[in-house]
């Protein structure tokens, strides 16, 4: 299984970036996915969600109303739209998959599979 995570990079405070997370060795759609995200010196922490069905979602509080996850079966991939971004959002963001449990997790221990991470940072 691989997780490649792509699209961070340098934006300015209030700017938006999406990043990708390219499956392959798993059908995304038999996964629940998710995003985290570690910052220097802290731990890595939920970012958001999506259920194997694609029904259901859930974010973090402070990223709610700004960032949607998605997902794309036909390429495998999941996506994280980051909209008005600020300092507080740089960290290294990783995608996840786990086998789907009773409920939507957002513990990263609940977590199997993990990306490689991609930057993000946040100039304000």
């Known amino acids: 299984v691989q997780l490649q995570a792509s699209g961070g990079g340098l934006v300015q405070a209030g700017g938006s970036l999406r990043l990708s997370c390219a499956a392959s060795?798993?059908?995304?759609?038999?996964?629940?996915m998710a995003w985290f995200r570690q910052a220097p010196g802290k731990e890595r922490e939920f970012v958001a969600a999506?259920?194997?069905?694609?029904?259901?979602?859930d974010y973090a509080d402070s990223v709610k109303g700004r960032f949607t996850i998605s997902r794309d079966s036909a390429k495998n991939t999941v996506f994280l739209q980051m909209n008005s971004l600020n300092a507080e959002d740089t960290a290294v963001y990783y995608c996840?998959?786990?086998?789907?449990?009773?409920?939507?997790?957002?513990?990263?221990?609940?977590?199997?599979?993990w990306g490689q991470g991609t930057q993000v940072t946040v100039s304000s």
């Open positions: 996840a998959a786990r086998s789907p449990g009773r409920i939507l997790a957002n513990t990263a221990t609940r977590y199997d599979y």
């Open positions: 060795g798993l059908i995304i759609i038999s996964y629940d």
């Open positions: 999506i259920r194997w069905s694609g029904g259901s979602t």
